[in-house]
């Protein structure tokens, strides 16, 4: 294995680079985006687990902190995109790296849906409990499920749903960085005209997913493009606890990026 | 730059670590011993800012992951409490080769007590800080073990039942802990009351088991005290980090 290496992005930002020899250079990055407020090693290590194994394949990945994020003390005024599009750049002149895949768990899978669009350098969006809308399939997995259980359970599920609706009027949408529904469908096709592989992999833990068909209900015809990829794992959690859940997922994903982008 | 990242030589690959150097003459410098498994990913934020606020006092600060722990290097499997005092003194030694001839202090970290207090047996630092000490490893793996079944249990976690959410003692709270690190919690204890109190600084909620008349006590608050037991992620507020930051440098270390 090639030894990991820092690399300075300005002010007191840095990350580490997995597999950043000669023989990968000209190839492909993936950047590992911040987990929600989690720091660059990610849940349960997952980030640095997938950079070694990566490396294994050639393929170099980069972890890092969003300003105000883990070691990345300063909080900044800039626009994130705009941050992260110079850290690619830095990784360009530093190393080489002219093509990106982005994304990663949650907020990451928004970052990278939003970066992708913005800088033509990316060329593969990871997105892991990302962007899905709560349509006709949702409503019917949720009273399939309700129709499951026995009668006397469902008061208790009506009772428990009230009072989390009450607790929290967020949706999902909401509470995440995404756009307003219906644009997906433009840019979803935007991207894969582009010619930019897409992966996306929802667990049991994103609640606004129950149903696999709700992802071509929201991302619409091009979600059948051969370069996207799709996955419900409905029996993991969000943040993969489980240890034989995190080995399926870094080799989900390690035969993905194999596939797609190993030089 | 504030805060430079490094890696650390040890025997078994290098550590990774980040130097947190003052812009003034060095006081002394901290070796902070992070806590062990989900508390290490928890609390990082808090204790970078911690580590940022000490060296505006003056204070030369190295974090650094154990080997088999965060960035650095070897598996998690690799991941021991002997392990964790081999990192520690290498740190130790990187530490003491940057701040240059000043007084060394080992501030450990919940289950990071007890690599810090190895260290200050061996005369390795001459302060020991215990931040919400862990003083006995069977104590503590027995409430991980218990926790980790709420959460393996949970429906917020799992909402489809699946068969294989039984105890799994290769685990702790998500993260692999094998025979050899049950067998070193199950038998690790600290004694506070051997320590030379003079040299003992204690933060806490309240003063723990044993806690000699001698040693100081730095009383934490719920802001910087709770993120042991919860387990979401959240903005760690500044102000009580930079407060605990001039009390420590007034009270916790007297050069």
Redesign the interface.
């Known amino acids: 294995m090639s030894q990991e290496a820092i690399v300075q992005l300005g002010g007191d930002r840095f990350g580490l680079l997995s597999a950043g020899d000669a023989r990968v250079q000209r190839g492909t990055c993936l950047l590992l985006l911040n987990a929600g407020f989690i720091h660059r090693s990610g849940p349960f290590r997952l980030h640095v687990r997938l950079a070694r194994r990566l490396a294994q394949a050639g393929i170099a990945s980069f972890r890092f902190d969003a300003p105000g994020i883990g070691d990345a003390l300063a909080r900044s005024d800039r626009p994130l995109l705009e941050t992260m599009r110079a850290d690619m750049d830095a990784l360009e002149q530093q190393h080489g790296f002219r093509r990106f895949v982005v994304g990663g768990l949650c907020s990451a899978a928004d970052l990278g849906w939003q970066l992708a669009l913005a800088d033509p350098r990316v060329v593969g969006v990871l997105s892991i409990d990302g962007l899905a809308r709560m349509g006709w399939w949702y409503r019917w997995a949720r009273l399939r499920r309700l129709l499951a259980k026995p009668p006397a359970a469902w008061m208790q599920s009506l009772k428990r749903h009230s009072r989390r609706r009450a607790a929290s009027s967020m949706s999902a949408a909401e509470l995440r960085d995404w756009p307003e529904p219906g644009v997906e469908r433009g840019q979803i096709k935007a991207l894969v005209e582009r010619g930019v592989a897409l992966m996306f992999l929802f667990t049991g833990g994103a609640g606004y997913f129950l149903h696999p068909r709700q992802f071509g209900e929201t991302y619409s015809a091009a979600s059948k493009a051969e370069s996207v990829q799709f996955d419900h794992w409905p029996q993991c959690d969000h943040t993969f606890f489980k240890e034989t859940d995190r080995r399926k997922l870094i080799e989900h994903l390690a035969q993905w990026m194999t596939r797609r982008f190993a030089p | ?3 430079e ?3 650390i030589s040890v025997a078994g690959g ?1 550590l ?1 670590g ?1 130097l947190h150097m003052p812009d003034v003459p060095v006081r002394a410098g901290i070796i902070l011993c992070p806590p062990f498994f ?1 508390e290490q ?1 928890r609390s ?2 808090l204790f ?2 911690l580590a ?1 606020a000490l060296r505006g006092h003056g204070f030369a600060v190295l974090r650094f ?1 154990y080997l088999g ?3 650095s ?1 070897g598996s ?1 499997e690799s991941f021991t409490l002997l392990g964790a005092a081999r990192s520690t003194a290498a740190a130790v030694d990187l530490l003491g080769q940057r701040a240059g001839q000043v007084p060394l202090i080992g501030l450990g970290i919940r289950a990071g007590a007890h690599p810090a207090a190895e260290m200050f047996k061996q005369g390795k630092v001459e302060r020991l800080w215990l931040w919400q000490p862990i003083l006995r490893g069977r104590d503590y793996l027995e409430q991980l073990r218990e926790r980790a079944h709420v ?2 249990q949970s429906s917020e ?4 039942p ?1 068969a ?2 039984a105890e ?1 003692m ?2 702790v709270m ?3 802990c094998g025979a050899a690190l049950r067998d070193e919690l199950d038998h690790a204890e600290l004694a506070l009351d051997g320590m030379d109190a003079t040299r003992l600084t204690v933060l806490d909620v309240s003063a723990p088991e044993g806690l000699p008349a001698l040693s100081t006590m730095l009383v934490l608050d719920e802001s910087l005290a709770a993120w042991a037991d919860q387990l979401d ?3 760690v507020a500044v102000a009580p980090i930079k407060a605990l930051a001039a009390r420590l440098a007034e009270t916790g270390f007297r050069a």
């Open positions: 730059m504030t805060a990242p490094l890696w290098r990774f980040v989900h990913v990082q934020r970078a800012l940022d992951d722990t965060g960035d290097e998690d959460e393996r976690r799992y909402a489809h699946r294989d959410l799994d290769d685990t998500g993260f692999p992620m959240a903005r």
